[in-house]
T-cell receptor, first 115, second 114 residues
Framework: GAVVSQHPSRVICKSGTSVKIECRSLDFQATTMFWYRQFPKQSLMLMATSNEGSKATYEQGVEKDKFLINHASLTLSTLTVTSAHPEDSSFYIC???????????FGPGTRLTVL | DQQVKQNSPSLSVQEGRISILNCDYTNSMFDYFLWYKKYPAEGPTFLISISSIKDKNEDGRFTVFLNKSAKHLSLHIVPSQPGDSAVYFCAASALAFGNEKLTFGTGTRLTIIP
């Protein structure tokens, strides 16, 4: 099946710093990518929908100035957590929608720990 | 407001027996449902899906049943194998309304006992 990669797989940073997470579709093109967050023992919560070449659409309650999304190409979307705080510590997962099949494929996730 | 609910946080099943995972939803606009399997610190892996025009879809050991009137779906795994131990999420979307966003349930941790 199609492969979606995320980098880094885990990151530890100090409070106040910014962290960038990359999501790549390796063998297909994705006009749409989705960013999710999962807290321990909770569901995956959609944060935003990233569309190539246009602004991301954020879900209610998600601060767009804090979680910057850039979808510069058909294979890459980035999520930047700006001025991270301990409460931002979570598991961030992206998914990419295959342009041809419309299927969504998930990345392996990024564990963010903010000290 | 949890639109997709999995009321059993955990389930233990003997190897070889049937595992039944349940999922309920409240949004009547949902018309496409999916089941994902997730291991710790990994992204979800797609298992099986069903469109609202069907009431059953089968793929190998996995069968999904949809009861639209009850807004309920279930995933049956038979026979259950130790490798099936994972967290299972059901998800829903409203494709007919142009909404491809997935809404996930809270997950059920399935443990297969050898």
């Amino acid at each position: 099946g199609a492969v979606v990669s995320q980098h880094p797989s885990r990151v530890i940073c100090k409070s106040g710093t910014s962290v960038k997470i990359e999501c790549r579709s390796l063998d297909f093109q994705a006009t749409t990518m989705f960013w999710y967050r999962q807290f321990p023992k909770q569901s995956l919560m959609l944060m935003a929908t990233s569309n190539e070449g246009s602004k991301a659409t954020y879900e209610q309650g998600v601060e767009k100035d804090k979680f910057l999304i850039n979808h510069a190409s058909l294979t890459l979307s980035t999520l930047t957590v700006t001025s991270a705080h301990p409460e931002d510590s979570s598991f961030y997962i992206c998914s990419a929608r295959d342009l041809e099949t419309n299927e969504q494929f998930f990345g392996p996730g990024t564990r963010l720990t903010v000290l | 407001d949890q639109q997709v609910k999995q009321n059993s946080p955990s389930l233990s099943v003997q190897e070889g027996r049937i595992s039944i995972l349940n999922c309920d939803y409240t949004n009547s606009m949902f018309d496409y449902f999916l089941w994902y399997k997730k291991y710790p610190a990994e992204g979800p892996t797609f298992l099986i899906s069903i469109s609202s025009i069907k009431d059953k879809n089968e793929d190998g050991r996995f069968t999904v049943f949809l009861n639209k009137s009850a807004k309920h779906l279930s995933l049956h795994i038979v026979p259950s194998q130790p490798g099936d131990s994972a967290v299972y999420f059901c998800a829903a979307s409203a494709l007919a309304f142009g909404n491809e966003k997935l809404t996930f349930g809270t997950g059920t941790r399935l443990t297969i006992i050898p």
